[in-house]
């Protein structure tokens, strides 16, 4: 069992950054893939990005890539999303996810149905 504590979002204008930060406790932080994924009222949850154990491979949406940067720091349990040049449709609930595994495909970790354990998800807006 892991539990997840997301924390850093907010409000932003269009342009701005964010950092998100989700705290891993209650199991072996370095042994799962973690995630961050998002998700809009009356849409589904899908994916933003992910990362490997040991940060070695990173997956990144295409909507997101060159903007946003997945990291993590094993030795604080910590797994990061730094988001540049926000967007209106970068707005939802972004939820930080554990994979239980090292490693997965590109395509596995691109799934929600992947993702073991869920934190509770914080709020981003960009308005205009």
């Known amino acids: 069992q892991v539990q997840l504590v997301e924390s850093g979002g907010g409000l932003v204008q269009a342009g701005g950054s964010l950092r998100l930060s989700c705290v891993a406790s209650?199991?072996?932080?370095?042994?799962?893939?973690m995630g961050w994924l998002r998700q809009v009222p009356g849409k589904e949850r899908e994916f933003v990005a992910a990362i490997s154990w040991n940060g070695g491979r990173t997956y990144y949406a295409d909507s997101v890539k060159g903007r946003f940067t997945i990291s993590r720091d094993n030795a604080k349990n910590t797994v990061y999303l730094q988001m540049n040049s926000l967007k209106p449709e970068d707005t939802a609930v972004y939820y930080c996810?554990?994979?239980?595994?090292?490693?997965?495909?590109?395509?596995?970790?691109?799934?929600?149905?992947?993702?073991?354990?869920w934190g509770q998800g914080t709020q981003v807006t960009v308005s205009n």
């Open positions: 996810a554990a994979h239980r595994d090292y490693y997965c495909s590109g395509d596995k970790c691109r799934q929600t149905s992947s993702y073991d354990y």
């Open positions: 209650g199991s072996t932080f370095g042994v799962y893939v």
